[in-house]
Each structure stands twice: as C-alpha cells, then as structure tokens.
C-alpha cells in the first residue's frame, strides 16, 4: 500500500467517524430534550391537581403558614409551565382557566398539551372520553 493510499484511507476514517459521532450527539440531544418537554408538560397535571385540590372552604381553614406554603407551589408550578410550553395560545388557556375567567374544561387543555408533545394534528381521543375524581 502506498502512502497516498494509507492517507486516504486515514482521512476518510476520520470523516466518517466524525460524522457518526455527531450524528448519535445530536439524536441524544434531541432524545434528552423530548424527554424534558415531558417531564415538563406533567408538570401541568401537577398544577391542576393540585390547584383543584383547594377551594375557598378549604383555603379559609389553612393557616397564614400553609396559605403562603400553598401560593408559592402553584406560582413555581405556574411559572415553570409559562417558562416551557412553547404554544402561548396554550399558556394563555392555561392562565385563563387558573384565573376562573376560561369555560374551556381542564380536559381539553391538557389534551392539547398532549396533542403538543407527540406532535399530532389530531386524536381519537375527546376531553370528554378522560376521567376525573371529585
């Protein structure tokens, strides 16, 4: 083998490997950021749950304590979801329904942040179809 050959052969290693390097880099960075917007998104269902759980009956009997303790969870849940949904049409009905000035139900707006994260147009599946516990 000559040494233009052994150059070649060099150079051409290297590029192909550089290429699959970068190529599974960035399919594990792309994989790793899906994972986040999940992980995120289930942090609306945390909001609500834990938003439903408290209404003015059971708010007038906490303590200043457990009052301030309750506000601070729904504002840093508020908050994180404001930082990471990138739809502001869905933030907004995600704001309008926390401050009681939405009709739509809890239901459908976490269809759509479902619709959101797998990336589809449309579903099968109907607010309607989902269950809840009072």
């Known amino acids: 083998m000559n040494i233009l050959e052994t150059i ?3 150079v051409s290693s290297g ?3 550089g290429f699959i390097s970068y190529y599974f880099t960035e399919k594990t ?3 790793k950021f899906e994972l986040l ?3 995120q998104a289930v942090k609306v269902a945390e909001l609500f749950a834990f938003w439903l759980t408290c209404d003015d009956e059971t708010l007038a009997k906490f303590t200043e304590k457990e009052r301030k303790d309750h506000c601070e ?3 840093r849940l508020t908050w994180e979801l404001v930082i990471w949904i990138p739809d502001e049409d869905l ?3 995600i704001m309008d ?4 000035s939405s009709r739509k139900d809890i239901k459908e707006i976490i269809l759509n942040i479902r619709k959101q994260i797998q990336k589809k147009k449309d579903s099968k599946l109907k607010w309607q179809d989902l269950v809840s516990f009072k």
């Open 8 to 10: 070649i052969i060099t």
């Open 15 to 17: 590029l192909i490997g």
């Open 29 to 31: 960075e792309n994989y």
């Open 97 to 100: 329904k926390l401050s009681h």
């Open 73 to 75: 969870k729904l504002n």
């Open 91 to 93: 933030v907004k009905d």
């Open 37 to 39: 917007k999940k992980e």
